[in-house]
């Protein structure tokens, strides 16, 4: 389960600065590897390259998609248990599980902790046992 | 090696540590089939490895961690994963079932199951990252106490940037001297029971982290997805785990136990204590406890969090409570918080480490063995604690556990184990079916894998808890079901569920005291059940998700039926291993604190029957009457040539 880079890769190192798992290596202007140990498919090195030099785990060319359009996972609470496999997953580290509200509270769920940090990767609403999120 | 079968990963892997070599261990779907995963796959490696000749402490022991198929398919409570062993304080085949993360990375990285033998040279832990796999010297961390050690790992993990995601292993101090009942640590869950820890230490390994890439794919992922809301709409809404477990979690059960004279009190003298409501779950929730929290995969959320010292840390549960607190008369909350985080730190078993602790206590009050330790005297624990995990003085020998000291020293009749393990805090005298359970189970004094049948002698239903009747029966039909939920990875408290809703919430209801009343005179019927366990071929699901879950999640068709007759496989083969050490009738024992000493002189009955209920129990699993099990149950179990 792995991305790869083509060699339409130019070596700008835009992913390999912004993998969240670290990935992805390379030098400068040259073609850049992805270490498939490491990659969990966020797709986050395919929407950013702006020179479609990214494949993912099917071989399907990633396409480039504006930060802007990214989109963010919204948990429903009626569903939601805080059973934590979104918070574990994340490679972002950007959910969490809320506090209590009161002492002795036991309703806790699942909340986009960072959302300046997400990259709407999907792997949460992927991994969730009962489909409580979706990616708006 | 790839499998049929959804869940599972299809591959087992093998390492001797002595050689750094690693290799595929193999595994069919037939053995999927027959073995599902978790305790009762880990049963049989074991069996085809072990003779009866070997010694925990050696070559030829394995260490099996073993997931079940559930596993990261997203089944609720689904984050447990086995460690299976020849264990250093029985002697026997043994098992510990852990809620930590270590198995879900464990699938992540691809395996169903790692298999470790052989002793390392140097001090190592062990890096799996997918197929590769790196041994690093571990002198860094040796010393360390699990927390810190953790969190080291963590470091040198994340040197690069990137977030940790990775399953950690540990052992304390306590396993890296082998303290006899050592545990391993997972996160903050603890595989406590029979010494892993130990086995661990004597292979030099500290631990191990395992990260991967790996997707768990279910076989019906849209069949899986309907039923786990449905199952985790189910457990939300139950009164034992929707309710009472998240909100005071094991330890709520202290004041029951109480109520039915259950609690374990001074080394089981007793089974009620005074100043119980000091030590309770109760006190715990409203004075002491941060927030619940749980394991991995689990909308029950049993665990405790409480603050110590400034940090948000681990709360006791149940049997740490009961223990640690009436079991050798201390009714300090505060302290018993402290030394709950420093067992575990230590890492050691918290049940067998107070059940030593109050044989000791006993023993230096009738003068077997003068210790100095008192009931009661509860000032300077902390620092025996670390004695026992660094083995100094008389921690040297408190870490052989009560029943060894029992055998050096005399006082065999109030050290409360079986087969060299501590019992839990459920003093049997007042609930003779979990008497029976402790006696016969495979590992020795453990509540859950003897069948815990405090369920129904008080502590859910309210059965006659001291008649012998289809004591034996159910014990049976408990222990399979429970052996075939922890196969499968699912934690054992799902099974709560198992009772409805209404017989929990209305104890006193016509309808409820109406199943209190028939169920002891059910035997003939639940034997019926046991021995014939086809003739249910269908599911329960209202009440018991388990069978379709499996069924989604793995493809494998499932009954109720087959779901008890594979339990009943798992336990039957941990048994005839277990004879292979020479275990037979004359070890499934209590002490005779248990067995002869009236817990109240005024009631004649508050004894464990047990010599009424073994012979039954034997019959009614198909074993002699010598407790072996016979040629034709191992047959009839396909364990044909596993004896």
């Avoid at chain 2, 089944?75 to 264990?87: D, G, H, K, V």
């Avoid at chain 2, 008890?564 to 277990?578: A, P």
Wanted: with cysteine.
């Amino acid at each position: 389960m792995s991305y790869r880079i083509t060699d339409k890769c130019r070596g700008c190192t835009l992913c390999a600065k912004n993998c969240p798992m670290k990935a992805i290596t390379g030098t400068v202007k040259e073609r850049h590897v992805i270490d498939p140990d490491r990659c969990v498919s966020c797709g986050l090195c395919g929407r950013l390259c702006a020179f479609g030099a990214i494949v993912d785990d099917r071989g399907m060319a990633a396409a480039k998609v504006p930060k802007d359009q990214w989109k963010k996972p919204r948990i429903d609470p009626a569903l939601c248990a805080a059973c934590s496999v979104c918070v574990e997953n994340c490679p972002r580290e950007c959910l969490a599980i809320s506090d209590p509200k009161y002492h002795g509270d036991i309703t806790m769920i699942a909340l986009l902790r960072a959302p300046e940090d997400c990259i709407g990767c999907g792997i949460c609403a992927a991994r969730c046992p009962v489909e409580a999120i979706s990616l708006v | 090696m790839s499998s049929k079968y959804g869940g599972y990963m299809g591959k087992v892997v093998q390492v001797d540590l002595a050689t750094g070599e690693v290799s595929p261990y193999p595994w069919s779907d037939r053995e999927r089939e027959l073995y599902i995963g978790g305790k009762i796959m880990a049963a049989k490696i074991l069996s085809d490895h072990l003779t009866g000749k070997e010694k925990p402490f050696s070559d030829q022991n394995l260490l099996v961690i073993a997931t079940g198929p559930l596993t990261g398919t997203g089944a609720p409570s689904s984050s447990r994963f086995n460690i299976s062993t020849l264990s250093p304080q029985t002697g026997l085949l043994a098992s510990s079932n852990c809620g930590g993360n270590f198995g879900y990375y464990l699938k992540k990285a691809g395996y169903d199951a790692l298999i470790l033998r052989g002793q390392a040279r140097e001090h190592t832990w062990l890096e799996i990252r997918n197929d590769k796999f790196i041994f690093h010297n571990a002198d860094g961390l040796w010393g360390k106490k699990a927390s810190e050690t953790q969190a080291a790992l963590s470091q040198l993990l994340t040197q690069d940037g990137a977030p940790d995601k990775s399953g950690k292993l540990c052992i304390g101090p306590a396993g890296e001297n082998r303290v006899l009942y050592a545990s391993i640590i997972s996160n903050e869950r603890i595989s406590g029971r029979t010494g892993m820890g130990a086995i661990m230490g004597w292979m030099n390994l500290k631990a191990v982290t395992v990260t991967g890439n790996h997707v768990v794919r279910p076989y019906d992922p849209e069949g899986m997805l309907k039923w786990n809301r449905k199952w985790f709409h189910y457990l939300r809404t139950h009164p034992l785990t929707g309710e009472q477990l998240p909100r005071i979690g094991t330890a709520g059960l202290v004041s029951q136990m109480q109520m039915r004279k259950i609690l374990a009190t001074e080394n089981f003298k007793h089974g009620q204590n005074e100043s119980f409501e000091k030590v309770n779950g109760e006190r715990l929730a409203e004075e002491f406890n941060v927030v619940n929290k749980g394991c991995l995969t689990c909308p029950i959320r049993c665990a405790r969090t409480v603050a110590l010292d400034g940090q948000e840390v681990k709360g006791p549960e149940l049997e740490t409570l009961g223990l640690l607190g009436g079991g050798i008369r201390n009714d300090n909350m505060e302290l018993l918080l402290r030394w709950n985080y420093e067992l575990d730190e230590l890492g050691m078993d918290s049940i067998s480490a107070a059940g030593t602790l109050a044989w000791a206590m006993e023993a230096n009050e009738k003068g077997v063995w003068n210790c100095g330790l008192n009931f009661g005297d509860v000032g300077g624990i902390s620092r025996l604690w670390e004695d026992i995990a660094h083995r100094r003085g008389i921690g040297d020998e408190l870490a052989n556990g009560s029943k060894r000291l029992s055998e050096k020293y005399g006082g065999k009749e109030f050290a409360i184990q079986s087969k060299g393990l501590e019992l839990s805090a459920y003093e049997p005298r007042h609930a003779v079916g979990m008497g029976l359970g402790y006696a016969v189970s495979n590992r020795g004094g453990c509540h859950l894998n003897g069948g815990y049948l405090v369920i129904l002698e008080g502590l859910g239903l309210n059965i006659d808890s001291q008649t012998p009747k289809a004591k034996a029966d159910l014990t049976v039909m408990f222990q399979n079901l429970m052996e075939m939920i922890s196969a499968s990875g699912q934690c054992l408290f799902t099974s709560y569920a198992f009772f409805p809703g209404f017989l929990m919430s209305r104890p006193n209801a016509w309808y409820t005291q109406a199943v209190n009343k028939v169920l002891p005179h059910a035997g003939a019927a639940v034997r019926l059940l046991n021995r014939f366990p086809q003739l249910v071929h269908m599911h329960l699901s209202p009440v018991f998700h388990h069978t379709r879950g499996f069924q989604y999640a793995t493809g494998m068709p499932m009954t109720f039926g087959k779901y008890m007759s594979i339990g009943n496989r798992g336990y039957t083969l941990e048994r005839s291993v277990n004879c292979r050490f020479g275990v037979s009738a004359k070890d499934d024992t209590l002490p005779k604190r248990l067995t002869d000493e009236l817990e109240r002189p005024d009631e004649p009955r508050s004894r464990v029957p047990l010599d009424k209920m073994k012979p039954v129990y034997y019959a009614a699993r198909g074993w002699d009457s010598n407790g072996i099990p016979t040629r034709s149950t191992l047959r009839r179990l396909k364990l044909k040539g596993g004896g």
